[in-house]
């Protein structure tokens, strides 16, 4: 049985999810919203957040578009398994 994110285990098939999801609407099972803390420590990722913003504001409008346009391609290749784009 696959695990999820947070390491519990959960049904395969989809009558097993719809039984989940029946038993969590009827409240014979209880939903797990998993941990309220995701183990990051705020300070860190504040500073993540500000560092973001001042490479946005360092790149011209036309880096910005050619960095976005190269991740484009690399998601989309990886999903078509193409190897060129655009």
Avoid at 7 to 25: E, H, M, N, Q, Y
């Amino acid at each position: 049985m696959p695990k999820g994110p947070e390491g519990r285990r959960r049904p395969t098939d989809v009558i097993g999810s719809a039984v989940l999801v029946a038993k969590i609407a009827t409240r014979e099972a209880v939903e797990d919203a998993g941990p309220g803390d995701d183990g990051k420590d705020p300070a860190a990722q504040a500073l993540g957040k500000k560092g973001g913003a001042a490479r946005a504001k360092a790149l011209s409008a036309e880096q910005r578009s050619e960095i976005a346009r190269k991740g484009a391609v690399k998601r989309w290749a990886a999903h078509r398994g193409a190897t060129r784009l655009l």
